[in-house]
């Protein structure tokens, strides 16, 4: 199976910060991964597919970048409401792997 | 928008199967799409188990081995999970979730089964 690692699971920021989550792919995944982010009490939300397209509707200060084995995703300005566990995952081949998320915190 | 649903017992005792229903709205289950089950552990891990494809072909998480099933009912637009012989470490929130091949679009809003005695 292809491990999905966020090294941080806790991050705290301040409202109008910027953040950004990495996550390392155990082997080469081309682009072919996807950000969530669970607010709680909710299931997940699409964010970020193909490692840097945004899903209809989700805000620009939300992006994704890298490609092979090495991925981030940055909030340019957080927000409050950002408050949230995020988790990457890879879709290049079954069994599908997750991230185990990386929880935003917001002072 | 594509809608889905989850339905199931809540409580399954140990060694016992576990079947949840996925209604699906606002999309015929045949039209495309690939239809998943995925489950959150106590402790928010994430897990893949299988899905059943638009043409009814399936792909199931190894991990899983011959423990589970995934069918559908074309006619109620709905998809099902089963999986045997339980245990408390198959405690979880499953989600039904909609993959267009590339990224898990549409989720569920989950439902919490616990196995229990």
């Known amino acids: 199976d292809i491990v999905m690692t966020q090294s941080h699971k806790f991050m705290s920021t301040s409202v109008g910060d910027r953040v950004t989550i990495t996550c390392k792919a155990s082997?080469?995944?081309?682009?072919?991964v996807a950000w969530y982010e669970q607010k709680p009490g909710q299931s997940p939300k699409l964010l970020i597919y193909?490692?840097?397209y945004r899903y209809t509707g989700v805000p620009d200060r939300f992006t994704g970048s890298g490609s092979g084995t090495d991925f981030t995703f940055t909030i340019s300005s957080v927000q409050a409401e950002d408050l949230a566990v995020y988790y990457c995952q890879q879709h290049y081949s079954t069994p599908y792997t997750f991230g185990g998320g990386t929880k935003l915190e917001i002072k | 928008d594509v809608q889905l649903q989850e339905s199931g017992p809540g409580l399954v005792k140990p060694s016992q199967s576990l079947s949840l229903t996925c209604s699906v709205t606002d999309y015929s289950i045949t039209s495309g799409y690939y239809w998943n089950w995925i489950r959150q552990f106590p402790g928010n891990k994430l897990e893949w188990m299988g899905y059943i494809s638009y043409d009814g072909n399936n792909n199931y998480n190894p991990s899983l081995k011959n423990r589970i099933s995934i069918t559908r009912d074309t006619s109620k637009n709905q998809f099902f999970l089963k999986l045997n012989s339980v245990t408390t470490e198959d405690t979880a929130t499953y989600y039904c979730?909609?993959?267009?091949?590339?990224?898990?679009?549409?989720w569920g809003q989950g439902t919490t089964l616990t196995v229990s005695s």
């Open positions: 979730v909609g993959d267009s091949v590339i990224r898990f679009d549409y």
């Open positions: 193909s490692a840097s």
């Open positions: 082997q080469d995944v081309n682009i072919v």
